[in-house]
């Protein structure tokens, strides 16, 4: 569809950019965390989840430039996560909040992390944390 067939079915006039989500849905990663050393020493299956609220403006010359790149954004939590040595999965959480607002795009973030082998009859068990950018 040319960029004028876009234009008659859907022109930019009659609306308003409002919000925009980036998320990353179910990271499954092997990581060692945990508070005790016997946790730490096997790695631990995390499920992560991340929903960023970033800056609504839509791309005009449909250029990877012109957004948060999310492929980007996503080697970073994973890069963070596979190397990082922390015990507690808040400390992790804090540390991707501090990623996501690294991209200046990113105005809000909810990261929930699970771990998903710690207990036998508990499908995840972890946190969400919410998050967002301070304004001055």
Known sequence: MSKNQREQIAPGADRVAVAQRIVIRDLTLSC????????????????????????????????????????????AVREHCLTANVRLLETLAEDLAGICFGFPQVLSAVIR??????????GGIGIEIERRRETS
């Open 113 to 122: 992390i699970e771990k998903l082998d710690r207990y036998a009859d508990i």
């Open 32 to 75: 060692s965390i945990g508070v005790s050393d016997e946790e730490r020493a096997t790695r631990q299956r995390l499920r992560l989840n991340l929903d960023l609220l970033v800056e609504p403006v839509p791309p005009r010359r449909d250029h990877i430039g012109e957004v948060l790149d999310y492929g980007v954004l996503a080697d």
